[in-house]
Structures are given as C-alpha cells and as structure tokens.
T-cell receptor, first 117, second 110 residues
C-alpha cells in the first residue's frame, strides 16, 4: 500500500531556532500534500495545503512566514518552523494524496513530535 | 464549508462487545467517507471507506454504513479486541478537501 514517510519522528530544539520536517511519498506521486497540527486529545487541525510546484495555501490563522512549506517534487514536501517558540511545541502530521487516484484516502505520515525548550 | 460531527467522543466497551461510532456531515456534495484509526504517537491510518454510491461496506469485523438522505455514516466494530483501542476519526471529502470529525477514543477492556 501507499506509504508516507515523515522525519524526524521527534525533535527537541531551543527557542529561536528553526526546524525542518520532511514528508515523502515512497511509492506514489503526490501532487498535493497536507500539513496538520494536533494538540493532545484533539482532532487534526489543517495548517496548509502543499501543491507541487506552486505556493502553499494556508488556513486562516496560520502564519505563512512562520511555517514555511516547500513542495519541490511530486514525492517531497517540507515544513520549516522558523524561530520556534515553546508554544509551537506540538505533534505535526503530514498526509498525501495519490495523484493517480480519484476520491482516494489520505496517506498519513507517523507524525513529528516537536518540543521547543 | 463542510462540517462533520462525530459521536461519542469517548467509548468504553468490554472485549467481545460491539462498538458503534456515528458521524453526520452537512455538505451534500461530499462523496467519499473514510475512517481512520490513530494509535498513540502515530499518524492516522485508513481502516475502511465508503463512497456515496454505496450504502454499506464490510471488511471482517469492521463495517461502515452510509445514509445519504440523512447525511450520516457510522462505523461498526464487532467482537472488539484490546488492540482496537485507539482514536477513530471519520472524514467527509469533496473536491479534494477532507473534513475530519473530532475523534472518538475507544477503549476495549479485557
């Protein structure tokens, strides 16, 4: 089945530094990838939609200068949390759609636990 | 936009019993309804899905039903096992955009 690989699974960084999270579709091409943030015991909060070769579309309230998204190829999207602060600590998850499948499920990565100290 | 409501938020059952989780959606244009299972510290994984031209689908102990007229769909797990304990999310999809329910934490007690 379709596999999405997300790295790193855990990262601890100091306040003010930047962190990059990678999301790769391993056996399919993904025109669109999605980035979510999940707080404990809550649902998935869509942050942005990443489209290959074009700018990401951010949801209302998400700072695009703080959460930089790059989708340079059909198999890779990256999320960079710039100048991270403790309030950015969270569980970040990516998902991808198979470009060749209509009305297909999302394939999720295993998430990245970010802790900003 | 689409709005998906999911109930209950928590569900505790005895091993071997059945579990039912229900979702309603608001946008009649939604035509694809997947269910995801999320284990602690992991990303959600698809367990079953149903398209709007089908009323019911079954895969071993898991089944999903869809009532398009009433705009609701349900997940049914029979003969529950402790490994079924997880958070379950329903979703409604239209034109590439998925809207998720708030999740149900299922606990199966041995």
């Amino acid at each position: 089945g379709a596999v999405v690989s997300q790295h790193p699974s855990r990262v601890i960084c100091k306040s003010g530094t930047s962190v990059k999270i990678e999301c790769r579709s391993l056996d399919f091409q993904a025109t669109t990838m999605f980035w979510y943030r999940q707080f404990p015991k809550q649902s998935l909060m869509l942050m942005a939609t990443s489209n290959e070769g074009s700018k990401a579309t951010y949801e209302q309230g998400v700072e695009k200068d703080k959460f930089l998204i790059n989708h340079a190829s059909l198999t890779l999207s990256t999320l960079t949390v710039t100048s991270a602060h403790p309030e950015d600590s969270s569980f970040y998850i990516c998902s991808a759609e198979d470009r060749g499948a209509y009305n297909s499920p999302l394939h999720f990565g295993n998430g990245t636990r970010l802790t900003v100290t | 936009g689409e709005n998906v409501e999911q109930h209950p938020s928590t569900l505790s059952v005895q091993e071997g019993d059945s579990a039912v989780i229900k979702c309603t959606y608001s946008d009649s244009a939604s035509n694809y309804f997947p269910w995801y299972k999320q284990e602690l510290g992991k990303g959600p994984q698809l367990i079953i899905d149903i398209r709007s031209n089908v009323g019911e689908k079954k895969d071993q102990r898991i089944a999903v039903t869809l009532n398009k007229t009433a705009k609701h769909f349900s997940l049914h797990i029979t003969e529950t096992q402790p490994e079924d304990s997880a958070v379950y999310f329903c979703a409604a999809k239209d034109a590439g955009k998925s809207t998720f329910g708030d999740g149900t934490t299922l606990t199966v007690k041995p």
